[in-house]
């Protein structure tokens, strides 16, 4: 079956623009995760959508991060007025549901450059 | 809270010959749960094995082992035979399930050399 998607799988945008990441989950997984790859870095949780339930926003880095979940499925990362540190991967994952017991499958990302 | 700790920033191994990748977490949970996965260059992370805490029994899946000491709290992985579709990052992660997210560690830089 499909796996996760993201698109775009690169994008290049100035610092202070605005962009939004894309993650479409496996059908039926009612969890989604988003982390962020640094260069020489491990992934940073970032957000979680688990069914209807209000996210967890904890990991977000600043206000300028925000994240939606549309229909229990496609999920938007938006970053706005984009700095260069915010340059990075940023990998969306889905599972059947919460807690470690169940796999995330993950996508295979979106390269961030901020110039 | 979690910290996953990886002392190997890169190694490399001859193929056909076997590597060991380290891992060193700590947690407050009791019931938790420890993953090897792979990131080849097309950033794609993929599951390598799963070990639960609670198992003593240490998890295989082919060529893939894992060492795990819970007192230690080491949980290392054993590559045999290695292939050259191994070269990669490969990353050490632990989760709860009382949580959702993984916490990861910087990851290994494996190559894999004819």
């Known amino acids: 079956g499909a796996g996760v998607s993201q698109s775009p799988s690169n994008k290049v945008t100035e610092k202070g623009k605005d962009v939004e990441l894309r993650c479409d989950p496996i059908?039926?997984?009612?969890?989604l995760y988003w982390y962020r790859q640094s260069l020489g870095q491990g992934l940073e949780f970032l957000i979680y959508?688990?069914?209807?339930?209000?996210?967890?926003k904890s990991g977000l880095p600043s206000d300028r991060f925000s994240a939606e979940r549309t229909g229990g499925s496609v999920s938007t990362l938006t970053i706005q007025r984009t700095q260069q540190e915010d340059s990075a991967v940023y990998l969306c994952?889905?599972?059947?549901?919460?807690?470690?017991?169940?796999?995330?499958?993950f996508g295979p990302g979106t390269r961030l450059t901020v110039t | 809270a979690q910290t996953v700790t990886q002392s190997q920033p890169e190694m490399s191994v001859q193929e056909a010959e076997t590597v060991t990748l380290s891992c060193t977490y700590d947690?407050?949970?009791?019931?938790?749960?420890l993953f090897w996965y792979k990131q080849p260059p097309s950033r794609q992370m993929i599951l390598v094995i799963r070990?639960?805490?609670?198992?003593?029994q240490n998890a295989t899946e082919n060529r893939f082992s894992v060492n795990f000491q819970k007192a230690a709290k080491s949980f290392s992985l054993k590559i045999s035979d290695s292939q050259l579709g191994d070269t990669a990052m490969y990353f050490c992660?632990?989760?709860?399930?009382?949580?959702?997210?993984?916490?990861f560690g910087k990851g290994t830089s494996l190559l894999v050399t004819p």
């Open positions: 959508f688990q069914g209807n339930s209000a996210p967890d």
């Open positions: 994952a889905s599972s059947l549901g919460q807690g470690a017991l169940n796999e995330q499958y």
């Open positions: 059908s039926g997984h009612t969890a």
């Open positions: 070990q639960e805490a609670y198992k003593q």
């Open positions: 992660a632990c989760g709860s399930n009382s949580g959702y997210a993984l916490n």
């Open positions: 947690t407050s949970e009791n019931n938790y749960y």
